[in-house]
């Protein structure tokens, strides 16, 4: 008799194992990715090991120091240890050759958050592999993120109630949870829960070729994107680790097939969990919807399996939530086609028709006039709210559907005074306009630096493609107020961004056929205006032309939405 360990929280689906054909597919699945790139080098691999080694010295080397500076004996502060975890897609064994590795440092309790940014800062800049260091203690989950011997490293750091960190720690224990503050929970989060997603996968090889082709299925289909509104890499991971347990012994292929037939009919929203949802030693909060209203809302819930659990998919809207089920359902069709031999892998890594789809976008432009660092700042607070626009955007009576694009697109331009300045701002982010920014200088990686001197207009776009309803003529639509809302949330954030002479927040609306020359990849043809036959039915759906200055919603009249609603 067969005593097979039953992975989740239901019994498997089948346990049949693999056919001829269907394991002549894995291989070939297995050689797209590699065509796509998705495996590093040996050379790569063991560099990453070396780096590791390396590490995991220095955190030793971190609380030694920190122990004696702390008066501890010798022997006492060999002993209080250090250790380093890594989480993450090279913790899942699923990182390609450009991915950094995320590594979590735990010390004991001894050592506090400010040696890390101090001692350990320290010790990382006396290294000869170190080529860049950037601090950012004040992050949600603050961070030291550093260039080693040619590989990204994303450092965080945990702080335990223990005296000292054995070799032989690790993080399973909930109990290792007690008396932290909430930065250590959330930096100890990452590890504990991928480790835990590879225990609950019954075969983490099948795993995570799986997770590979999910991975850049979602990423060339344009829908892998926390910020915005779609499923991250845990999420993700976790999504592959349920059909898993529900095929224990199927193929990397036939799990991709099966992946997007469950997760199609999937009674949305119940939750996607790997193991029961554990009830913990902490006063912090679990998923719950019988409890909590806004865990209610969650429209795709996908749950973390380490205590304390929580959603993933979060910020997922209605409209996303289409877009990823329209997706779905194009990989079943696609798969099965692969499986009856008329398809082949490289037809479900195609690209995405973002750019091609829709009739109108939105082009919310965050652009600053100042440091590359407040550019950074100012361009990822937009961003982070922009999935907060489609909200509002998605609620209004004559939208079928608004779909934020997962990546922004980054430009930079050298002006003079503000009439230059404005003149880049008025023209960029449209096809028509862009011919008038031929004049000015676009600062680029390569002449960034002979550049530095001079004065820059950041520009980060983020598109949102509008599905409206053109049926309900004389329902005229209205972006004025969620735009309006939209610049105050940005505007308010803090004070500082209140100031329009260094960021400002334009949104324009933009028809398929005028969308800025950037969106198209060299070889893509660009869409062209169409002579419609359906001039008439469709003009209910035209906005007006005026440009509108971002005002009190009171002024706005209410008609149309705007063409250009400028902040
Ligand atoms: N802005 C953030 N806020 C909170 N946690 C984050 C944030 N960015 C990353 N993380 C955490 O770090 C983990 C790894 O993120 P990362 O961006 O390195 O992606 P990845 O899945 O490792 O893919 P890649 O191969 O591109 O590195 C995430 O799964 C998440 O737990
Ligand atoms: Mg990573
Ligand atoms: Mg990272």
Same mark, same amino acid.
């Given at each position: 008799?067969?005593?097979?360990?039953?992975?989740?929280?239901?019994?498997?689906?089948?346990?049949?194992?693999?056919?001829?054909?269907?394991?002549?597919?894995?291989?070939?699945?297995?050689?797209?990715?590699?065509?796509?790139?998705?495996? #590093?080098?040996?050379?790569? =691999?063991? /560099?990453?090991?070396? +780096?590791?080694?390396?590490?995991? @010295? !220095?955190?030793?080397?971190?609380?030694?120091?920190?122990?004696?500076?702390?008066?501890?004996?010798?022997?006492?502060?060999?002993?209080?240890?250090?250790?380093?975890?890594?989480?993450?897609?090279?913790?899942?064994?699923?990182?390609?050759?450009?991915?950094?590795?995320?590594?979590?440092?735990?010390?004991?309790?001894?050592?506090?958050?400010?040696?890390?940014?101090?001692?350990?800062?320290?010790?990382?800049?006396?290294?000869?592999?170190?080529?860049?260091?950037?601090?950012?203690?004040?992050?949600?989950?603050?961070?030291?993120?550093?260039?080693?011997?040619?590989?990204?490293?994303?450092?965080?750091?945990?702080?335990?109630?223990?005296?000292?960190?054995?070799?032989?720690?690790?993080?399973?224990?909930?109990?290792?949870?007690?008396?932290?503050? #909430?930065?250590?929970?959330? =930096?100890? /989060?990452?590890?504990? +829960?991928?480790?835990?997603?590879? @225990? !609950?996968?019954?075969?983490?090889?099948?795993?995570?070729?799986?997770?590979?082709?999910?991975?850049?299925?979602?990423?060339?289909?344009?829908?892998?994107?926390?910020?915005?509104?779609?499923?991250?890499?845990?999420?993700?991971?976790?999504?592959?680790?349920?059909?898993?347990?529900?095929?224990?012994?199927?193929?990397?292929?036939?799990?991709?097939?099966?992946?997007?037939?469950?997760?199609?009919?999937?009674?949305?929203?119940?939750?996607?969990?790997?193991?029961?949802?554990?009830?913990?030693?902490?006063?912090?909060?679990?998923?719950?919807?019988?409890?909590?209203?806004?865990?209610?809302?969650?429209?795709?819930?996908?749950?973390?399996?380490?205590?304390?659990?929580?959603?993933?998919?979060?910020?997922?809207t209605e409209s996303?939530?289409k877009?990823?089920?329209?997706?779905?359902?194009?990989?079943?069709?696609?798969?099965?086609?692969?499986?009856?031999?008329?398809?082949?892998?490289?037809?479900?890594?195609?690209?995405?028709?973002?750019?091609?789809?829709y009739k109108f976008y939105l082009?919310?432009?965050?652009?600053?006039?100042?440091?590359?660092?407040?550019?950074?700042?100012?361009?990822?607070?937009?961003?982070?709210?922009?999935?907060?626009l489609v909200l509002k955007l998605e609620a209004l009576p004559g939208i079928k559907l608004a779909h934020?694009?997962?990546?922004?697109?980054?430009?930079?331009?050298?002006?003079?005074?503000?009439?230059?300045?404005?003149?880049?701002?008025?023209?960029?982010?449209?096809?028509?306009?862009?011919?008038?920014?031929?004049?000015?200088?676009?600062?680029?990686?390569?002449?960034?630096?002979?550049?530095?001197?001079?004065?820059?207009?950041?520009?980060?776009?983020?598109?949102i493609g509008l599905d409206v309803n053109v049926e309900e003529k004389k329902e005229k639509i209205d972006i004025h107020v969620p735009c309006n809302e939209f610049?105050?949330?940005?505007?308010?954030?803090?004070?500082?961004?209140?100031?329009?002479?260094?960021?400002?927040?334009?949104i324009?609306y933009?028809k398929?056929?005028?969308?800025?020359?950037?969106?198209?990849?060299?070889?893509?043809?660009?869409?062209?205006?169409?002579?419609?036959?359906r001039?008439?039915q469709d003009k209910s759906a035209e906005f007006s032309?005026?440009?509108k200055?971002?005002?009190?919603s009171?002024?706005s009249q209410g008609s149309s939405i705007a063409e250009?609603t400028?902040?």
């Amino acid at each position: 008799m067969n005593y097979q360990k039953v992975y989740g929280i239901t019994g498997p689906v089948s346990t049949a194992g693999p056919t001829a054909a269907e394991n002549k597919l894995n291989d070939e699945l297995i050689q797209e990715l590699k065509k796509e790139s998705s495996f #590093e080098s040996e050379q790569e =691999a063991s /560099n990453r090991i070396k +780096v590791l080694k390396i590490l995991q @010295e !220095l955190a030793h080397e971190f609380v030694y120091r920190v122990s004696k500076k702390k008066n501890m004996s010798d022997g006492m502060a060999k002993d209080a240890g250090g250790k380093i975890f890594t989480f993450g897609s090279y913790r899942l064994g699923v990182h390609g050759p450009g991915s950094d590795i995320d590594t979590l440092v735990v010390v004991p309790k001894h050592v506090m958050r400010e040696d890390f940014f101090t001692v350990l800062d320290e010790i990382l800049r006396s290294r000869p592999e170190l080529e860049e260091i950037a601090p950012v203690p004040d992050a949600f989950v603050p961070i030291i993120k550093i260039k080693f011997s040619g590989i990204s490293i994303d450092l965080i750091c945990a702080k335990l109630d223990l005296a000292q960190i054995p070799q032989s720690l690790t993080l399973s224990d909930k109990n290792l949870l007690r008396n932290l503050d #909430e930065k250590d929970l959330r =930096a100890l /989060n990452g590890t504990r +829960v991928t480790d835990e997603i590879l @225990e !609950l996968v019954p075969k983490p090889i099948v795993f995570r070729i799986a997770l590979r082709a999910i991975k850049l299925w979602a990423n060339r289909r344009a829908i892998y994107a926390n910020v915005f509104g779609f499923p991250g890499g845990v999420a993700w991971a976790m999504l592959v680790a349920r059909i898993c347990q529900l095929y224990p012994n199927a193929t990397s292929a036939v799990i991709l097939n099966r992946f997007f037939k469950i997760l199609s009919e999937w009674k949305w929203p119940q939750p996607v969990v790997l193991k029961p949802i554990e009830d913990g030693p902490l006063q912090v909060r679990v998923w719950n919807p019988k409890i909590y209203a806004q865990d209610r809302s969650h429209r795709m819930p996908v749950i973390t399996p380490a205590y304390p659990s929580m959603c993933a998919t979060h910020n997922i809207t209605e409209s996303t939530k289409k877009v990823i089920l329209q997706e779905l359902e194009n990989g079943i069709s696609v798969t099965n086609d692969i499986f009856s031999n008329k398809k082949t892998w490289s037809d479900l890594f195609s690209k995405h028709n973002f750019f091609y789809k829709y009739k109108f976008y939105l082009t919310v432009m965050a652009s600053t006039r100042g440091t590359d660092e407040e550019n950074l700042k100012w361009s990822g607070m937009v961003e982070s709210k922009v999935r907060l626009l489609v909200l509002k955007l998605e609620a209004l009576p004559g939208i079928k559907l608004a779909h934020p694009f997962i990546k922004p697109f980054e430009a930079a331009f050298a002006y003079s005074d503000e009439t230059e300045c404005k003149e880049i701002l008025d023209n960029y982010g449209s096809f028509k306009t862009e011919e008038q920014l031929s004049k000015y200088k676009r600062i680029t990686e390569e002449n960034g630096q002979e550049a530095k001197d001079e004065k820059k207009c950041y520009i980060t776009t983020m598109y949102i493609g509008l599905d409206v309803n053109v049926e309900e003529k004389k329902e005229k639509i209205d972006i004025h107020v969620p735009c309006n809302e939209f610049f105050n949330l940005c505007r308010n954030f803090n004070e500082e961004y209140q100031n329009p002479d260094v960021y400002s927040l334009i949104i324009k609306y933009v028809k398929q056929y005028d969308l800025p020359s950037e969106v198209y990849e060299p070889g893509e043809t660009r869409p062209v205006k169409k002579k419609s036959k359906r001039r008439k039915q469709d003009k209910s759906a035209e906005f007006s032309k005026k440009a509108k200055s971002e005002a009190p919603s009171g002024t706005s009249q209410g008609s149309s939405i705007a063409e250009a609603t400028q902040a």
